[in-house]
């Protein structure tokens, strides 16, 4: 089983450039997130997805823009990048059995430094 | 709403002595709670998971937690810490779609 697949996992944009993030899972789970991860700061949410074609903003969403045409792909888009998005990026996918949630699967991550 | 509170965002123990890392969270609903570890580098990897069944969850690598509905917690320990448990610990709670993230607890190790 891949579980979860980001590519790539690293990657040097210069400032106003532009990149897509690729997510994909093969579980046929229905949500889907990414987070951005900075030193000590823990987890931020930036867009989140119950399902494709839903999406919607997470606590740090500004510089980036989200699609879920299917259920498998999750892209983040960076628009003009900044030095302020140098960053280490995951995706996650889960599911729910009822009203419980099963566990996150979360991708290996995406460095990536603006300069 | 709900959130979560790691207490310490630093624990530093010796090899072969126990490990307590501290939860707290504040849900509207029933959650449900993980543990995930990340090594330096590295994804996270869950650890161990409560889903409404027994408040005792054992994990993997010797790691388990306990669910205390009346004090809102949820603490990870191990009863002795190997020098591969250096990394960072996130307890997360959900509910419906919704994840929330403490901010992380980094363990070191001494020999």
């Known amino acids: ?115 | 709403a709900q959130s979560v509170t790691q207490l310490d965002s630093h624990v530093s123990v010796s090899e072969g002595t126990p490990v307590l890392l501290r939860c707290n969270y504040s849900s509207s609903y029933s959650p449900s709670l993980f543990w995930y570890v990340q090594h330096p580098n590295k994804g996270l990897q869950l650890l161990l998971k409560y889903t409404s069944a027994a408040t005792l969850v054992k994990g993997i690598n010797g790691f388990e937690a306990e669910f205390k509905k009346s004090e809102t917690s949820f603490h990870l320990t191990k009863p002795s810490a190997h020098m591969s448990d250096a990394a960072e610990y996130f307890c997360v709670v959900t509910n419906d779609y919704k994840l929330s993230f403490g901010a992380g607890t980094t363990v070191t190790v001494r020999a």
């Open chain 1, 1 to 115: 089983n891949a579980g979860v697949t980001q590519t790539p996992k690293f990657r040097i944009l210069k400032i106003g450039q532009s990149m897509t993030l690729q997510c994909t899972q093969d579980m046929n789970h229905n949500y889907m997130y990414w987070y951005r991860q900075d030193p000590g700061m823990g987890l931020k949410l930036i867009y989140y997805s119950v399902g494709a074609g839903i999406t919607d903003k997470g606590e740090v969403p500004n510089g980036y823009n989200v699609s879920r045409s299917t259920t498998e792909d999750f892209p983040l888009r960076l628009e003009l990048a900044a030095p302020s998005q140098t960053s280490v990026y995951f995706c996650a996918s889960s599911s729910a059995e009822g009203r419980q949630n099963t566990e996150a699967f979360f991708g290996q991550g995406t460095r990536l430094t603006v300069v």
